[in-house]
């Protein structure tokens, strides 16, 4: 802020230098203590509002079921626990995947999200495909475009089999293509 | 009073302001969105009373309202249908500034905080959606996640804060209901203090007449003769226009939230559950159709750079043109170009209530009179055609989806032969079914569609 002689010295309001000087000193003084009062409750507020910005997220493994309950060739909806749900989530900590048995050892784990806009795409077992309900996003049972507007194939999450369970490794969404 | 507070003579003095004699119903729009906004406040404010912001609960709390509360009902639909008047006053009432020319000088501001508080609005809408938290709003939250991560450099980061979090969960509700109960209204109050600031500023705009130029050097002087000449004090000489179109705007919108009640629940707010067809409210329907209309591959850039050099272009406006003609019949092109507005955004809007290009997931398997057999490989064939999924795209008479060619004379335009390509190839827009059926299966498919001609075969 440029200070003039004019702001410091209204009319009708004869001021000294000392004055003047004094005056210019009470109004830095003012704008500084209001500035450090202003900072001492922003930035704790910034600091938590911010702060999911800058967490780490965790994945862990979750479990889906058994080996056995998937049989080789087809493709079955999996329900699981987000990684780190707060206590208040309900029924939004909740996350879903489609689950390929390719064969005796291998499985495949897709996003449900429609690699054009995110809706949640529907497997047609009839059909062999994945159709997405919003623009008709069309994907082959191993997820590769097969028509329509995705430009990517579905993403994939990690796959494990642990003591006989099927586990997911849990990602944030939108998975980012690997 | 008067004495101590000062307030009742300053409060006249503002309410009998002179405005422009001929400023009548054309300039009722400001106020009535004015009224619409505090209905919003005061039906926001008691819905609050018993919603619980919690991911969790709020969708137990919303059935609680909706069902059980007495005048709960009544509430959401205030709430909704006071919401939905409010964007549609916003919009004529801007339409209405626009053609009258009244944001050129000395009101470029007015415009320009206009422009922000239409922005306002539908960041409003859209996060109110998002309150009514059940299987459409997760979505909305999700879908609208996964298509901000696909903005070049910074699309992660805007997921992350669209979510809250990594998923949508318990983090996602309680700040969309922070930013829609505390953040925007504070933002709305203070810019329609601004804005209301600035019309007593600088004057009611009078009606534009053709062939009077704006001159920013008279204008002012002009102005203010014309107001001593002939101006009429605000209150109640022009108020009561306001008043009596305010009023009955509450009445329709009282009567549409009685009789009509709250905008239905969707299911629980589950996202595993994957059967879900995410819509926006009507006042948003009309971008989800451009959203679905641009060309593939446009869409990651359009979503950032559109409303924003939609933004730019509207605050942008008075300062590249704020002097010359204000009349509507010496500026066509303003008047085309709210036309064009409003058709497009019409179109836009049927096509997405439409959404010819979303599969029909609920296309019944086809009755043996639309077959036109009860065996043989054609009545295999309208089974492959339903089971395989071609009906969700195609219709077959009345029955199947508008994705993909509507198939119900299919076989006046492709031969057998030509059929057998397209289906085992696919296209653009169809999966190829090479790989997914047995050669007999596509025979009974291919027999199924060359039975479908204009004439010639039984219905």
């Not at chain 1, 449900?112 to 997405?132: K, S």
Request: proline letters at 8%; glycine letters at 8%; hydrophobic letters at 45%.
């Amino acid at each position: 802020m440029k200070e003039t002689n004019a702001e410091n010295n209204p009319a009708g309001c004869p001021a000294s230098p000392a004055e003047l000087s004094r005056r210019k000193f009470f109004a830095r003084l003012s704008v500084a203590a209001g500035g450090i009062g202003a900072l001492m409750v922003a930035l704790p507020v910034a600091g938590f509002i911010l702060a999911p910005f800058f967490e780490r997220h965790k994945e862990v493994w979750r479990s889906v079921g058994k080996m056995d309950s998937f049989k080789i060739g087809t493709t079955t909806a999996v329900q699981y626990e987000d990684a780190s749900p707060l206590p208040w989530a309900g029924v939004t900590a909740r996350s879903a995947a489609w689950l390929r048995r390719v064969d005796a050892d291998t499985f495949i784990a897709f996003s449900i999200n429609c690699t054009h806009l995110g809706c949640p795409v529907r497997w047609l077992a009839e059909a062999d495909l994945f159709m997405c309900p919003c623009h008709g996003g069309v994907y082959y049972n191993d997820g590769t475009v097969a028509a329509g507007p995705p430009p990517a194939p579905l993403p994939r999450y990690q796959v494990r089999v642990l003591n006989g369970d099927v586990q997911i490794l849990t990602a944030q969404i939108p998975i980012s293509s690997k | 009073m008067d004495d101590r507070t000062g307030l009742p003579k300053m409060i006249g003095k503002t309410a009998r302001h002179l405005v422009p004699p001929d400023a009548k119903w054309w300039y009722v729009f400001g106020t009535a969105t004015l009224c619409a906004f505090m209905v919003q406040v005061i039906s926001g404010v008691a819905l609050a009373f018993a919603y619980i912001p919690s991911a969790g609960e709020a969708y137990t709390t919303l059935h609680f309202i909706s069902d059980q509360a007495p005048f709960g009902h009544f509430l959401r639909g205030l709430h909704y249908y006071g919401a939905s008047a409010m964007v549609l006053m916003v919009g004529l009432h801007m339409a209405q500034v626009f053609l009258f020319g009244a944001y050129k000088f000395p009101r470029e501001l007015n415009w320009a905080t206009g422009v922000l508080l239409l922005g306002f609005t539908l960041v409003m809408g859209f996060t109110g959606q998002l309150l009514r938290w059940d299987q459409n709003a997760v979505w909305s939250v999700v879908v609208g996640a996964e298509q901000a991560a696909r903005v070049p450099l910074i699309g992660q980061w805007l997921a992350h804060f669209i979510l809250g979090g990594d998923t949508v969960g318990g983090a996602t509700l309680t700040r969309f209901f922070a930013i829609h109960v505390f953040i925007m209204p504070a933002f709305i109050f203070a810019f329609v203090g601004l804005h209301l600031w600035l019309v007593l500023r600088h004057g009611v705009s009078e009606p534009p007449k053709p062939g009077k130029l704006v001159d920013p050097k008279t204008y002012r002087a002009e102005y203010q003769q014309m107001l001593e000449k002939t101006g009429k004090p605000f209150w109640p000489d022009a108020a009561w226009r306001d008043t009596i179109f305010c009023t009955g705007l509450i009445v329709f919108v009282v009567a549409l939230a009685f009789f009509s009640g709250a905008p239905p629940l969707d299911k629980p707010p589950d996202p595993s559950v994957v059967a879900a067809s995410p819509r926006p409210d009507w006042y948003l329907l009309w971008y989800f159709g451009v959203l679905a209309l641009l060309p593939h591959g446009t869409e990651k850039y359009f979503m950032v750079f559109g409303p924003l050099l939609a933004g730019i272009i509207l605050i942008a406006l008075p300062f590249v043109s704020n002097r010359g003609e204000r009349s509507p019949r010496r500026r066509p092109w303003a008047v085309v170009a709210v036309i064009m507005t409003v058709l497009m955004i019409v179109t836009l809007w049927v096509a997405g209530a439409k959404s010819p290009w979303s599969p029909n997931f609920n296309a019944p398997p086809l009755s043996a009179s639309v077959v036109g057999a009860t065996n043989g490989p054609v009545m295999l064939g309208a089974e492959l055609f339903h089971d395989k999924g071609c009906l969700n795209c195609h219709l077959i008479g009345k029955d199947g989806g508008r994705r993909g060619p509507d198939l119900t004379d299919v076989a006046d335009r492709l031969s057998k032969n030509e059929m057998i390509l397209k289906i085992a190839n696919g296209a653009v827009n169809m999966p190829a079914y090479a790989g997914n059926l047995t050669p007999s299966k596509m025979d009974a498919l291919v027999a199924f569609l060359q039975t479908r001609k204009r004439n010639g075969h039984d219905r």
